[in-house]
């Protein structure tokens, strides 16, 4: 009884800290505008903010996915919990672009380490619930994200400099890190043991870059986190560009998103249980290219509003249901299937705002919106290559 209680303690604050990740996620791309001014930059080069923060969350999962499985979870998740912190008031303070990318950098490497293995950690200590808690981890998340632009507008719209969102969500952060290492300190049991006995105890991240099926899970989150990295960065200068919407609801419509997929992942998200998790992804991708290619096209603020609730309503439970299929298929090396998901995921991020910014300079802003287009394709196409109704 005794643990139980600890795991659902550690797992309330883990979620709280996930939730301001999701805030900072979601923060840059409204006030992208206010940093290309700010720092004389281009898209191309406001997009390199989110490939730095990936090329270091790459670095961070890779050594998750190597020795995660094998170290204590709790205390290298307070270390990139740390990082995190030290990133959100360096950001905040940075004189310059270079020193601006130093903070990103870190902001990186703490934040993705801790993702991972929170991820892996909620894995361990609910194996007997873990579609459940991993839906409601992801949902604290969307929860976050949500708020992101509304947390932004909130305090710029009040005249507060883009600088004072991070400082303000960096004293947040302190408290609930306050309150982890605290429970760290009175819980004498630091590690998870291995609940499960598995027939391959030598598959590691090295060893599933040789599975053809990790490999089909690794290019569908590949494609989904770049369409989520695309729009978090240019859904809402698209938004001002497209229909002339004002500040408020150029934010407003980067929160329908994140609405929709909050929505997915707490409700949806039970319809795998009868159709299976492959068969979710596979159609909410179908139906979300149809959701959202016209009002792309059409260019109303309030239509485009509403395409992206329902788009985020049928691709919300993506990474959640991937990862309980991963799980699945090795459920004692949590860590590891963790960390190769999220390189495939990390290098999209990296790659796709960078990508999709520099094509926004060359032929407008409506080119990044057509890649979210044809990647949600070529996703429903990838989803065919995982054989079965529950792969």
Known sequence: MKARISAISITVILYLIVMLYGISFTMVGPLMPDLLKQYGL???????????QSISG????????????????????????GLFLISLFGVGTAPSFGLLMVAFFLLGLGSRGFDTLV?????????????????????????????????????????????????????IVAVLFAAYLLFLLFDRKATVPSRVEHEK???????????????????????????????????????????GAGDFMSSFILSALWVGIILSRGLVSRLSDRFGEIFMIRWGSLISLLIFTPAVLVGEAVYLAIAAL????????????????????????????TSMIFIFGYVSIAAYPWFTGMLSDSYGLLSAMLVVVASQAVLFGTTWLLPGRNS
């Open 201 to 243: 105890q030598d598959i590691g991240l090295t060893s599933l870059f040789i599975v053809p099926r990790m490999w089909v899970l690794g290019i569908i989150i590949l494609i989904h986190m770049g369409v989520l990295g695309t729009l978090t960065a240019w859904l809402p200068s698209f938004s001002v560009w497209s229909t």
């Open 58 to 81: 790459l670095i961070s999962v890779i050594l998750c996915g190597l020795f995660g499985d094998r170290l204590n979870k709790k205390l290298f998740i307070a270390l990139g919990v």
């Open 42 to 52: 281009t898209m191309a080069e406001g997009g390199t903010i989110f490939s730095i």
């Open 119 to 171: 991820n892996a950690l909620i894995s361990d200590l609910h194996s007997d619930r873990r579609s459940l808690f991993l839906n409601l981890l992801h949902t604290f998340f969307g929860i976050g994200a949500f708020l992101g632009p509304l947390y932004v507008f909130s305090l710029t719209g009040t005249g507060k400099t883009w600088d004072v969102t991070f400082k303000y969500l960096g004293l």
């Open 310 to 337: 329902g788009m985020g309503l049928f691709v919300g439970f993506t990474i959640p249901y991937l990862m309980s299929v991963g799980y699945r298929w090795y459920p004692d090396k949590s860590a590891a299937v």
